[in-house]
């Protein structure tokens, strides 16, 4: 193989390394040749000969609430805290968090943390779960529609945007609690994906609710929160009544399956903030609910 | 109108006499995706026979150093092979005319690196068509590149779809007369597919037509005649969906295009349908899991035929469907032959999309215990049928389907189609939380698990005539997961996942040489003539794909539903292969 040729390869291989790693404006604009290195953010003092490994999280760089590639999100905020009391300094690995995100990031070892799994998350290890949240009724206030439950009949003379995650089964739950009932006509699917061009794909649902193209949305209940008190009309959110208990879901960070020494530290730090955690939580205006009664 | 009296003349005497395909064969370069516009992926090279071909050995190994699954082939072009990589899709041109096949040149393109966070399955690519001194591809985000066959300079580049809305590119594109004709993927994340033409020129997208929509979407007009009463009507591709649902309809084209000049018709086949579970999209959700026929110059869609109706099995429907001319009960038929990943070996009259016959070729399939050929229309086994939070057990096939994308060969000599096929079921078994961009979801739970008989995989032979197998080579540990090639020296050529390189005797199906390469195969096998006259064969060695991702390290073969559920059909591969890509090229 000719030199010119090899270097070529290599530098493929250089390119898909690189990936994980990128600012999300040149994400958005150019790709990884101008947009190389890790996130890395100080938080230790400077480095001592046995200074602690960088705490090492993947992340969405385009997903508020959640993340962002400018720190904007709740979890950068958590990951921060965590980075802070563990006394390492926090590096990012950007990732969109999609179909083969744990593969590509804990899995292939881009990183060690993730911020936000369901705590029964099968392909990472969850560690206690840290927030819970439900899926909930978005409304424009001027409607005063009020809805609560999935049985109001009036449902069925309104039009329900959901968020539209993919095919095999793929759903959010009130999609099938919907058509359970016999709700399918009157769906609007709005891709969780969005145009990724754009900064928080998965608001459009949201904004759909503002701008009167569907009468009510049904979404998780941190970006509804979120989304809606960003909106130029007030919109209201409204929590789903039990009789569909598939709608609340724990919340955890998550390790590689193992990694049980990083898993205890992690727990360690996010018992002992409870409370700033929940302050943060609310000033993203997270619908909080209890965690189940433990089951002995 | 003399010329177009003797070119009709001449068609006529093509249909009453000829048994052969309606495009040439391949013979010393191999220029499109599967060999020819009919996609026989048939050799007319002979050298190589039952008698001589345990003579072969590697005369060339080129690693990649890419370690995603190596799909589709080389071209050879005069003396030059081209080889298309996974992403970042290189293009390497090999000089085949000096010693040791050194490299001449490598074309980078570049492609945008967020297309890998969202491509479904893994970071593919299908291959190359040749045409006007160029090669042209596709690249994982969604562009169609020609660049100078000699050269290796860049000609055109073409953004055909938008990695931020989901859409990705993996197929190969086929040349057809001036226009380039490609499709897009993304299914799982509900774009909405499409075929589209630019022109070979300079790349302009000259026509697009969708496979969900109101007919001026879907390109069906005055022309359209489908065979049957169930694909005809006006706005199927809304219609056929709760109210707005075609939009995120899926239907993509990540499989083949076939074309017929005589005919003048393109045919391919399209996926599954988007985005909600079938619960969600009541209806048969036209124009997913369909074969459409197309008027190239246009786009204009001929004939449309929906294999499977309101899908609930993942049965895209993307195989390749392969163009000859037999006799069916005695009377000359062009054929349309599509090995579907629903199990059912589909002849159709590729002139109006009449469904001849549908036989089980892999006989674990369950879903459907057969086609009605009066309506066209399957008959649905209820209690097979998935359904979103209830257990389904022993569904055949599972997922993955009675075969993949790879595709099948189809020898003239022995008028048999060699189709590359998988044994596995699966289980629906209610529904775990998953996780996407912030937010919880249910899926389901599906595992994958060898079928009965105690093999993953098997090399049929079919007789398209006959509506049956002839003979079949068993695969025990993994399914064949590799394209097919046959030859006029009656070889069979094949690769497994666990990395063996097979040839077999066309016409009795014994093992006659195998050689281990260096990783799994899910490319597959081509041949071409070398400057110095001999016969050669090349096939890319490098596990991968969404079933052969299960090698991957990161994939926990601890865990059943792992890669969607493959790894419980596949939880052995690591002790078998590793990843990592590579060319071979055997000769003797």
Redesign the interface.
């Known amino acids: ?2 030199s ?2 090899s270097k ?6 250089v ?2 390394v ?2 994980g790693a ?1 600012d999300i404006e040149m ?1 958005n604009r150019q ?3 101008a947009a190389g290195g890790l996130a890395l953010i100080p938080i230790a003092h400077a480095a001592t000969p046995g200074e602690p490994s960088p705490l090492r999280v993947c992340a ?1 760089p385009n ?1 508020l ?3 962002n590639q400018r720190g904007e999100g709740f979890e950068n905020v958590l990951a921060l805290m965590l980075a802070r009391e563990l006394k390492r300094n926090l590096e990012y690995t950007w ?7 744990i ?2 990031t804990l ?2 070892g881009r990183c060690d943390l993730v911020m ?3 705590a ?4 990472a290890e969850p560690t206690a779960p840290y927030y819970r949240s439900e899926y909930v009724f978005v409304m424009r206030a001027d409607r005063k529609l009020d809805l609560h439950s999935l049985d109001d009949p009036r449902l069925r003379g309104l039009s329900i945007g959901l ?11 009130p ?2 609690a919907l ?2 009932r016999g709700m ?6 709005y ?3 969005g ?4 900064p928080d ?2 608001r459009a649902l949201i904004d759909a609710v503002a701008r009167g193209e569907v009468d009510v949305a049904i979404a ?1 209940g ?2 509804a929160g979120y989304f809606a008190a960003r909106e130029p009309v007030p919109l209201e959110i409204a929590a789903i009544d039990a009789r569909d208990p ?1 709608m609340q ?1 724990s ?1 955890s960070a998550g390790v590689r ?1 193992g990694d049980d020494a990083l898993k205890s530290a992690v727990e360690r730090v996010l018992a002992s903030r409870h409370a700033e955690i929940e302050g943060v939580l609310r000033e993203y205006h997270v619908p909080l609910v209890k965690p189940p009664e433990e089951k002995s | 109108m003399r010329i177009r009296l003797t070119y009709l003349l001449a068609a006529a005497l093509c249909t009453a006499v000829s048994a052969q395909p309606p495009a040439s064969y391949p013979g010393a370069e191999w220029t499109l995706p599967n060999g020819d516009f009919a996609n026989t992926r048939y050799s007319t090279l002979a050298q190589i026979t039952p008698a001589n071909v345990a003579e072969l050995k590697p005369v060339n190994i080129m690693q990649t150093g890419i370690p995603n699954g190596h799909e589709g082939n080389p071209l050879v072009v005069g003396n030059t092979m081209y080889v298309v990589t996974p992403y970042p899709d290189n293009l390497i041109a090999i000089d085949l005319g000096k010693p040791d096949g050194p490299l001449k040149w490598v074309y980078e393109p570049h492609p945008d690196p967020r297309a890998v966070g969202i491509a479904c399955c893994d970071v593919v690519n299908r291959g190359a068509s040749y045409a006007d001194g160029k090669i042209i591809y596709n690249t994982l985000d969604a562009h169609t590149v020609a660049v100078d066959a000699r050269t290796g300079k860049l000609a055109w580049k073409t953004r055909v779809g938008d990695i931020n809305l989901g859409e990705t590119i993996t197929m190969a594109p086929l040349v057809v007369k001036d226009k380039v004709i490609v499709g897009n993927s993304g299914g799982e994340l509900g774009v909405r597919g499409y075929v589209a033409a630019l022109s070979v020129a300079d790349g302009h997208e000259l026509w697009r037509a969708y496979n969900s929509g109101p007919d001026v979407d879907v390109k069906i007009g005055p022309g359209f005649k489908a065979f049957y009463p169930k694909d005809q009507g006006k706005d199927l591709g809304v219609s056929s969906w709760p109210a707005n649902q075609w939009k995120l309809g899926g239907g993509t084209v990540w499989g083949w295009i076939s074309y017929d000049p005589e005919l003048n018709l393109i045919y391919y086949g399209s996926g599954n349908p988007g985005v909600w579970n079938p619960d969600l999209r009541p209806g048969d959700n036209k124009w997913s899991c369909s074969i459409i026929a197309r008027n190239p110059d246009d786009g204009s869609a001929r004939w449309a035929f929906q294999i499977v109706p309101h899908d609930a099995w993942d049965y895209d429907e993307i195989m390749e469907n392969v163009l000859v001319d037999l006799n069916i009960g005695g009377q000359p038929r062009k054929l349309l032959l599509h090995p579907g990943r629903s199990g059912f070996m589909f002849v159709l009259d590729r002139t109006n999309g009449e469904l001849l016959s549908a036989e089980k070729f892999q006989q674990s399939t369950n879903w459907a215990d057969g086609y009605d050929l009066k309506t066209g229309k399957p008959r649905e086994v209820a209690d097979k049928r998935t359904k979103f939070g209830a257990v389904t057990k022993g569904i055949c096939p599972s997922s993955t389907g009675a075969k993949e994308f790879v595709p099948s060969a189809f020898s003239p000599r022995t008028g048999l189609l060699y189709i590359p096929a998988h044994n596995t079921c699966m289980d629906y078994e209610g529904i775990e939380a998953n996780y996407i961009a912030g937010t919880p979801y249910l899926g389901a739970d599906v595992k994958m698990y060898p079928g009965p008989g105690g093999y993953q995989g098997e090399l049929v032979a079919w007789d398209p005539v006959a509506a049956k197998q002839v003979w079949g080579a068993k695969e025990e540990k993994f399914p064949v997961y590799s394209g097919v090639l046959a030859t006029a020296g009656d070889v069979v050529f094949y690769g497994t996942m666990d990395g063996w390189f097979k040839a077999v005797d066309a016409r009795s199906g014994k093992p006659l040489w195998k050689f281990k390469t260096g990783s799994g195969i899910v490319g597959n096998p081509m041949t071409f003539t070398g400057p110095d006259g001999k016969q050669y064969v090349a096939v890319y060695s490098g596990v991968g794909g969404w079933m052969g991702a299960v090698a991957f390290p990161a994939i926990s073969t601890d865990d059943p539903y792992a890669a969607l559920g493959v790894v419980g059909a596949m939880k052995d591969i690591k002790q078998y292969t590793s990843p990592g890509g590579a060319l071979y090229v055997f000769g003797r």
């Open positions: 193989m000719s010119d040729a070529a390869l290599l530098s493929l291989a390119a898909v690189a990936l990128m994400w790709g990884p040749a969405d997903n609430p959640f993340s990732w969109p968090q999609r179909r083969g995100f593969r590509n899995k292939s936000g799994i369901p029964n998350f099968e392909m968020h539209a995650i993919g095919d095999d089964y793929a759903n959010v739950p999609a099938q058509a359970a399918v006509g009157n769906i609007r699917g891709s969780i994906y145009d990724y061009s754009r794909p998965p998780w941190p970006l598939g879901f919340i399956r």
